[in-house]
């Protein structure tokens, strides 16, 4: 059972690139959520998709896009890398939006240079 | 203000003993309340969720929810060496259906 599945692992972007996150559950979970954490900063809310067709915007949106393409996928999208979105991405899932704990993937380590 | 508030430590406490880790949330209407430790380097797991007032025990962990007071505690008994880690509380906004955590407070067990 493989749970909540993130590519790739690790990541170094040029400033300018862009380049997508990818985020896979196998738990038949309705809600997937990404989070970035910086040193300090605890994990902060970029998007979430509280059911499979809809997507709302996290406590930091700016500079990133998400598709939920199915039940299962959540893809965050960099359009234009900055440095200072240099951080680890993590993708989650829980069962509902109505007060389930939730599932995390393993990570990615993005770095812009 | 912060959705979500943590004291970010670090918190050291003897091995054996009691760590206690507070949280504090801003809407009134959350109704779910979870704890989540991570290992340097690692991710978050689910320690303990809670969704009622009172008290939730699960082996050596208390989780205290107080939702009059917007307060949510873990207690850590017999606090061992694996137990230093951060430690994450997180709120489940129902109104918007989103779970929002604090920054973690790091605590570190001294033998």
């Known amino acids: 059972n493989a749970g909540v599945t993130q590519t790739p692992k690790f990541q170094v972007l040029k400033t300018g690139q862009s380049m997508t996150l990818q985020c896979a559950q196998d738990?038949?979970?309705?809600?997937m959520y990404w989070y970035r954490q910086d040193p300090g900063m605890g994990l902060r809310l970029i998007y979430y998709s509280a059911s499979e067709g809809t997507t709302d915007k996290g406590e930091v949106p700016n500079g990133y896009n998400v598709s939920r393409l199915n039940k299962r996928e959540f893809s965050l999208r960099l359009e234009s890398a900055a440095p200072s979105q240099t951080s680890v991405y993590f993708c989650?899932?829980?069962?509902?939006?109505?007060?389930?704990?939730?599932?995390f993937g393993q990570g990615t380590r993005l770095t812009v240079v | 203000q912060k959705e979500v508030e943590q004291n970010s430590g670090p918190l050291s406490v003897p091995e054996g003993a009691i760590a206690s880790l507070n949280c504090t949330y801003s809407?009134?209407?959350?109704?779910?309340f979870f704890w989540y430790r991570q290992y340097s380097g690692k991710s978050p797991e689910l320690i303990m969720s809670i969704y009622s007032n009172g008290d939730k025990e699960d082996g050596r962990f208390t989780a205290q929810l107080n939702k009059a007071s917007q307060y949510v505690s873990l207690l850590i008994r017999d606090s061992q060496p694996s137990d230093s880690a951060t430690y994450l509380c997180a709120v489940n906004y129902s109104s918007a259906s989103k779970i929002i955590f604090g920054s973690g407070t790091r605590l570190s067990i001294r033998p």
């Open positions: 738990m038949n979970h309705n809600s």
């Open positions: 809407d009134r209407g959350s109704q779910s």
């Open positions: 989650a899932s829980s069962e509902n939006s109505g007060g389930t704990e939730a599932f």
